[in-house]
């Protein structure tokens, strides 16, 4: 090792430079390669350290904009100590020299030249706490030194520094995630409704005579459609007991990052909803629907046929022999006995994660209205299949394997239309049947009796409201005259206490 040390004159300004010098059969041995990401990831940490203090530093110093008086301030304070550090040897001494008059030179020094006063023309009487010599003083200031400037001390929060900002960094960064996350599960839910329609493209493209379309024009390009980022529709139409079917894929919504955060807490799986609108001819007058538990209550309290038809629920482990979380509404017992059969019930057992629910209805209207918006007639129903899967995604599962899993699912849709198609109702059962739809149908007629008569009400004020108006346009005085006394003699009627005759 060899020091190579340099001092200069000034006592103030030392420079040392040391150089260390190995020789080569004492040089360390080369860095192992597997070590380089490790060495690496702890540069850059030192790296980040020094950059993050030297950042801070920097910013406190660019901050003060009185920097230059600083500096200025430092040099005076420099030279004045210099100064008062000189030797005593070098003051000049007033000795008294003989044949000089000293009283002479104190005179001629004591010569001043007085400036007027500005405050002269002031009463000292006025002015409470004034002072004359006090106020006409002017402040001795050096010739060397400038004015005495103070700085004002900043919080360490109004501090230009990268802690300042540390709620933007944490919403650029949440920003940042929610778009990575946003293409991340938009491309997901993709690659799952494209894997799902390859599998099944040619089973469908079997069964019926249109794939893909919905009958629409614009359609140019028939195949699955997208109605959202987590929502795939595709429309089949062209095969006997039914007008078209309707498979709609609903998948998590993988690209919003708060829908995922809240699936943590209320899990949720991807689900495929088929729904089959059946032909008038082709399905006779029952509602029946198997569904897991969670489901079946959801069902039942919002479906506006099974609330009303199928109130009660049954279990359907003792007679049918399916899982215990499966639950039976049926609002015919010949139905269920018939359309479950052993074929239906094995599919059931042998894959009961992917089965949600079963749903046969020739009332079918969607969801319950509510009593703002009820309705003022009969809802519209329709004959419908409709069957709930889900896509077993979890648990280690692959797209392709999952896929695979729901193929008997969707050889039940087949299976269970062409019973449906066949399925006829005793005579006793359609006789109850039609007697619970007749029941509803009064029930909703005096439901809607009070609304039906305050509409006709409304109508027929707003047609004398008409007639008045039109009366009062003509200027025949005889026509006004004699619809005044008409509209009296309906109001004397009106107010007459109603007399109901009997006969004797």
Same mark, same amino acid.
């Given at each position: ?102 009283? =002479?030179?104190?005179?001629? *020094? ?65 920003? !940042? ?7 991340? =599960? ?7 409704? $494209?894997?799902? &329609? ?33 929502? &795939? /529709? ?10 078209? !079917? ?5 998948? /998590?919504?993988?690209?919003? /990052? ?50 009303? &038809?199928?109130? $009660? ?20 017992? *010949? ?17 009961? *994660? !992917? ?8 009332? &079918?209207? =969607? ?35 999952? !896929? ?36 509803? *149908? ?9 609304? %039906?008569? $305050? ?8 047609? %004398? %409201? /008409? ?38």
């Amino acid at each position: 090792m060899q020091n190579l040390s340099h001092q200069s004159g000034d006592p103030k300004s030392r420079l040392q430079v040391t150089i260390l010098v190995r020789n080569s059969p004492n040089m360390s041995p080369p860095v192992d390669r597997s070590h380089w990401l490790t060495i690496f990831a702890l540069t850059l940490l030192f790296l980040s350290y020094n950059i993050a203090n030297a950042g801070v530093n920097h910013v406190d110093i660019e901050d003060n904009e009185f920097a230059e008086f600083e500096d200025f301030d430092a040099e005076e304070m420099v030279i004045g100590s210099a100064a008062e550090n000189k030797p005593v040897e070098q003051e000049d001494v007033d000795v008294p020299q003989p044949g000089k008059d000293p009283i =002479g030179d104190d005179e001629e *020094e004591a010569t001043v030249e007085t400036e007027d006063n500005e405050f002269e023309h002031v009463d000292e009487d006025e002015y409470e706490g004034y002072e004359k010599d006090s106020s006409s003083a002017k402040p001795d200031l050096k010739l060397n030194e400038g004015p005495k400037i103070t700085f004002a001390q900043l919080p360490a929060h109004l501090r230009s520094n990268w802690e300042s900002y540390y709620l933007e960094l944490m919403i650029l960064a949440g920003l !940042v995630l929610y778009f990575f996350n946003f293409f991340l =599960g938009r491309s997901k839910n993709q690659r799952i409704a $494209e894997t799902w &329609y390859e599998a099944f493209k040619g089973q469908l493209q079997d069964n019926f005579a249109l794939v893909g379309d919905d009958g629409k024009l614009e359609n140019s390009t028939p195949g699955l459609m997208k109605e959202s980022e987590n929502v &795939y /529709l595709l429309w089949c139409s062209g095969r006997t007991a039914c007008e078209a !079917v309707l498979f709609e894929l609903r998948l /998590l919504k993988r690209q919003d /990052l708060v829908a995922m955060v809240t699936s943590l807490f209320r899990p949720q799986q991807d689900q495929v909803h088929v729904k089959v609108f059946m032909n008038e001819a082709d399905m006779d007058s029952f509602v029946m629907c198997l569904a897991a538990k969670k489901t079946a209550n959801r069902l039942a309290r919002e479906m506006a046929d099974i609330s009303v &038809y199928c109130p $009660e629920k049954k279990s359907a482990v003792d007679k049918f022999g399916l899982p215990s979380n499966f639950v039976l509404l049926s609002e015919i017992g *010949e139905v269920a006995t018939t359309l479950l059969d052993t074929r239906v019930c094995a599919l059931v057992n042998k894959i009961p *994660e !992917v089965i949600e629910s079963i749903h046969f209805s020739d009332q &079918y209207s =969607g969801p319950k209205q509510t009593e703002e918006a009820a309705p003022s007639k009969m809802p519209d129903v329709k004959k419908m299949l409709i069957f709930t899967f889900n896509l077993p995604l979890k648990n280690g599962k692959s797209i392709t394997e999952a !896929v695979e899993i729901m193929r008997p699912a969707i050889m039940l849709i087949f299976y269970c239309m062409e019973r449906v198609k066949r399925f006829r109702l005793s005579k006793e059962s359609k006789a109850k049947a039609d007697k619970n739809r007749q029941k509803v *149908e009064e029930a909703f007629l005096k439901s809607t009796h009070a609304a %039906r008569a $305050e509409a006709a009400a409304a109508r027929r004020e707003e047609k %004398r %409201r /008409l007639e008045k108006e039109k009366i009062l346009q003509d200027d025949d005085p005889e026509k006004q005259r004699k619809w005044e006394e008409k509209e009296a003699k309906r109001l004397a009627k009106k107010r007459m206490p109603k007399m109901k005759a009997i006969k004797v």
